[in-house]
């Protein structure tokens, strides 16, 4: 999956992680989806990085499906359809970066 890596294989540290991507050009905040939630086929003018800090997600970018768990990384370039299913139950944190204009 060219669109998913790891930021941190500890706990995460979201100051740490916020200031990594602010130094990246990314506006972040912190963002929380529901269990059972689910995100459909959504779309950015901005590139996208979704950093999961605690929850899991089957995830859709482009034509290419996988999970995400605490640690890993998503980087989804601007107009590219994504889906984010929240999965287990617990809520889904994530960091969430869109590319300053």
Known sequence: MSW???????????AALKQQ?????????????RPGGA?????????????VLSGTADV?????????????????PANTYHSITVTGGEPLVVLTGMRKN
Request: aromatic share 12%; charged share 30%; proline share 4%.
């Open 39 to 51: 995100y459909l086929d959504y779309i950015h003018t901005q590139d996208e990085v979704v950093c």
């Open 21 to 33: 991507l602010t130094s990246e050009g990314f506006d972040a905040y912190q963002w929380t989806g």
């Open 4 to 14: 998913k890596s790891r930021w941190s294989e500890e706990h995460p540290d979201a």
């Open 60 to 76: 859709k970018v482009a034509d290419e499906q996988g999970t995400v768990e605490p640690g890993d990384r998503m980087d989804v």
